[in-house]
């Protein structure tokens, strides 16, 4: 019994002592990418009209990622290990609408063995490049469809760790063109100009001013236009009719 008994005892340690040793925690090397969007950012405003939409906005980021797990540090294991970027886009007015990827990429900096730009990166990505081994660039095209506020997000996954950047309050606005029409007493020179080019300088002048006069009393629409052509050109037979031509 002694005999077993002890036996026993050994055996319990020796699983003990297997169990201490598949416990220890290990040193967890994997660590998140850090991400900076370099535009659109904050507070941006980007100009457009109707008609350009849908209008492509490219979205600038930065990775760089060191990995205290690679011997030495700084190798061009560090951007091959970003195993995943996203970029996501959300609007928050006029209307919610929750974030979109509008591209994934898998290992983009991994070309082969080597770190570099990925070929296979998708379409989206129209510029990527490396920095010397821990600094990745990349620029993806976002095609908007509309006015309203937007947020950008960028997140980048080393195994299970993540870092990401978030831009807000990203405005498309309709751009407001000021269209310069010509002023009554321009439309009426023209006029002159395609009718009547021998017309004496002193009969002209008294029908540009006659035209101005009326201009003043906005007879032919609010400024700044458009104006009434065919008012403005009656007035001008009208005139050319009494003004002198001496």
């Known amino acids: 019994m002694k005999c077993r008994n002890g036996k026993g ?8 002592m297997i169990a201490t040793i598949v416990g220890l925690s290990l040193p967890a090397y994997a660590n998140a990418p850090t991400v900076t ?13 109707p ?26 294991k560090d951007m091959r290990d970003v195993s995943q970027v996203k970029v ?11 974030y979109a990827d509008i591209a994934v990429l898998d290992h983009p900096w991994k070309n082969g063995s080597s770190v570099g730009c990925n070929p296979a990166n998708p379409a989206a990505v ?23 506020t937007y947020s950008v997000k960028v997140t980048a996954k080393h195994a299970s760790d993540v870092g990401q ?9 309709e751009e407001v063109v000021n269209v310069e ?11 002159i100009n395609a009718n009547y080019k021998k017309l004496a300088a002193t009969q002209r002048g008294c ?6 006069e009326r201009d003043h009393l906005r007879l032919y629409n609010e400024r700044p236009g458009p104006y009434n052509n065919i008012a403005i050109q009656t007035d001008v037979e009208l005139f050319r009719a009494s003004c002198p031509a001496k």
């Open 9 to 16: 005892a050994s055996h319990r340690l020796r699983v003990g």
């Open 37 to 49: 969007i370099l535009s659109p950012v904050t507070g941006n405003t980007i100009f457009a009209v």
């Open 51 to 76: 008609a350009d939409f849908p209008i492509i906005v490219p979205v600038s980021f930065r990775v760089t990622h060191v990995d205290p797990g690679n011997n030495p540090p700084a190798t061009a």
């Open 88 to 98: 996501s886009i959300s609007q928050t007015a006029p209307s919610s609408v929750a």
């Open 126 to 148: 129209t510029s990527c490049g490396v920095t010397g081994t821990t600094q990745g660039d990349a620029t993806v095209s976002w095609s908007a469809n509309g006015f309203g």
């Open 165 to 173: 950047d978030e831009e807000t309050g990203i405005v498309i606005a």
């Open 181 to 191: 029409w010509p002023a009554p007493p321009a439309i009426a020179n023209a006029y």
């Open 207 to 212: 029908i540009i001013r006659k035209i101005t």
